[in-house]
């Protein structure tokens, strides 16, 4: 004969219900990441239900698993995307209601009782909870029956609710972030096109081959290819990108990350994001391929990525979608991929340093921006360009650069290239009381005509002028390396 559970224990359940019940309306009210909450409903009800197993288990709007918790399965909870195969999943959704179950299998594991409710809002359903076995604790349990009574029932879908509407805050949270952090992507995007003098960002290009790369950026920009812009450091890459993007008609933002300035070990997380718990005190961080969502990615100096790198690189780009380190769920992504370099990658793909098969990815279209030292015709035009605009920026009168000082600028060879000139500019403008004279240009080139015969080759004359650059700043690589237009790091590849 079976025995029922005394009147003052079902009572004691039924408080217990409720304070939990309460607790947990608490508990889920703090905005949190959606594994955390579903490991805590989960928590909750095997507190109170005594299941022998159970599972919990999330769903995007797009069918495609979010979060996934299990306890009594050895060697974890059970794949994800299993769970939202197995026949009952499709039960609740039919019926939109609790489903009892007995003497079947679940997820590879045999039972005798199964209870098993949606959790939905609003319409939406976002997964649901599976319970299997109710365990026996005393004499005052129902011996020899492993089902759930009606009042568990009742408790697994109040439960159910409350998980249903903390899900959908969360959700809409994390909505609100991801469209706060490409909000704030964008408007760091539109105050540099915008809040500067427009003609700061001109390209100007007089000079046959720097006009037939414009002309290519401007055929390919309209179109999803993927760009790679090769060419010294200061050749105006990064500008060019930026061509590409605004004539591209896409409408996310444009995101711009320099892989030489990252360092290895943080590149990973900066492109793909990261999730949170990964490590002590690491907080979940969009990453650049999320932000750039529906806009283009500009990737400088991507020669310099190491492999593991290289290895998720080309997942995106042949998959379209992202893992965040430590994360399990893919993520979609829309994004145009600009990619620039001033090393050879062909000689790297040959040493083994660059990936062969990311080469061929990356390189839908390649446009080659010539040095200055190429380009001299553009010299005057670039000068004027440079002190009109830094003119306007600082508020001062517009000054003229003497033609002897110019003659001395078209003889300079610029390793920096447009970047170094427009630097060298805006110093010489600085350093004036009145119009820029070569007395005033002649130190800031190191006297480059009164060095007597020195190698011309390209290397020597960039170690020279590095050299010299550094004797200017007294030491200071990090004010060296921005006056050359290039990053400490590249500095030190040199050997400085």
């Not at 698993?65 to 995307?81: E, K, N, Q, T």
């Not at 599976?130 to 009042?151: I, Q, Y």
């Not at 060298?424 to 007395?439: G, K, N, T, Y």
Request: proline share 5%; aromatic share 4%.
């Amino acid at each position: 004969m079976s025995l029922q559970p005394s009147s003052g224990l079902a009572e004691k359940r039924r408080i217990l219900q409720l304070e939990t019940l309460n607790d947990l309306a608490v508990a889920l009210h703090a905005h949190r990441p959606e594994q955390e909450l579903v490991e805590e409903v989960l928590q909750r009800v095997c507190a109170v239900l005594d299941p022998a197993a159970a599972v919990a288990a999330t769903r995007d709007g797009y069918g495609e698993p979010r979060a996934v918790s299990g306890v009594g399965w050895l060697g974890g909870p059970p794949d994800a995307a299993a769970l939202f195969s197995e026949p009952i999943w499709q039960e609740l959704l039919a019926s939109g209601q609790t489903i009892a179950v007995t003497d079947g299998q679940f997820a590879g594991r045999a039972f005798e009782s199964m209870m098993a409710t949606p959790v939905a809002y609003r319409g939406a359903f976002l997964g649901y909870l599976a319970l299997l076995d109710k365990e026996t604790r005393g004499p005052e349990d129902e011996v020899g029956s492993s089902s759930f009574p009606p009042e568990d029932r009742r408790f697994l879908e109040a439960v159910s609710a409350l998980a249903g509407v903390a899900l959908d805050g969360a959700r809409q949270v994390e909505t609100l972030r991801v469209q706060k952090d490409r909000l704030e992507e964008e408007n760091r995007v539109l105050k540099e096109l915008f809040t500067a003098d427009l003609e700061d960002r001109r390209i100007v290009a007089k000079a046959a081959a720097m006009r037939r790369a414009l002309e290519v950026a401007e055929r390919v920009a309209p179109r999803g290819v993927s760009v790679v812009i090769r060419g010294e450091s200061g050749t105006g890459k990064e500008l060019v990108s930026k061509l590409l993007h605004l004539r591209s008609g896409r409408s996310g933002p444009m995101v711009v990350v320099d892989c030489a300035a990252v360092p290895e070990t943080l590149l990973e997380s900066e492109l793909f994001g990261i999730e949170a718990g990964v490590a002590t005190g690491v907080r979940e961080r969009r990453g650049k391929f999320e932000l750039a969502h529906g806009g283009t990615l500009f990737l400088d100096e991507i020669g310099d990525i190491r492999p593991e790198v290289q290895v998720k690189l080309l997942r995106v780009l042949q998959e379209r979608e992202i893992v965040p380190v430590g994360g399990r769920e893919a993520i979609s992504v829309d994004v145009r991929l600009v990619a620039a370099t001033h090393r050879d990658l062909e000689r790297l793909v040959a040493d083994g340093q660059f990936r062969q098969d990311l080469y061929y990815r990356l390189k839908g279209v390649e446009i080659q921006l010539p040095p200055l030292r190429e380009r001299r015709e553009d010299i005057p035009h670039l000068v004027r360009h440079f002190v009109e605009s830094f003119c306007a920026r600082e508020g001062i009168s517009q000054v003229r650069v003497h033609p002897d000082a110019l003659a001395l600028l078209l003889a300079y060879d610029f390793p920096g290239n447009v970047r170094e000139l427009q630097n060298m500019i805006e110093a010489a403008v600085s350093l004036s009381d009145e119009d820029v004279s070569a007395e005033v240009v002649r130190p800031l080139l190191g006297e480059v005509a009164g060095e007597g015969p020195q190698a011309l080759d390209l290397s020597s004359v960039e170690r020279r002028h590095i050299g010299k650059v550094l004797r200017l700043t007294a030491g200071n690589k990090s004010r060296a390396a921005r006056i050359l237009g290039i990053d400490r790091r590249t500095l030190q590849r040199k050997g400085f």
